[in-house]
């Protein structure tokens, strides 16, 4: 199983795709999507939970998943 970790920030100015690279809780591997207030939205349906659209980056940090737009499904526990 993998685990999200969601960091929303005013400024990328860290890379948590680094700090986290490899990182484990047990047997989940962790895996981050980073993204910027205005670069992210949210929908909430009764049903099927919350999703966050986030756009790419206009400055995506290398090798990472902010040159495309993506979507994160946030858990409900």
């Not at 948590?16 to 962790?30: H, L, M, N, R």
Request: glycine share 4%.
């Amino acid at each position: 199983m993998v685990k999200t970790i969601l960091v929303i920030e005013c400024q990328s100015n860290l890379n948590w795709y680094s700090i986290f690279e490899g990182a484990t809780v047990g047997d989940e591997k962790i895996v981050v999507e980073q993204c910027e207030w205005p670069d992210c939205s949210l929908v909430s349906y009764s049903k099927d939970g919350v999703y966050v659209s986030i756009k790419k980056a206009a400055k995506p940090h290398p090798s990472t998943s902010q040159i495309n737009d993506r979507t994160v499904k946030v858990c409900r526990k």
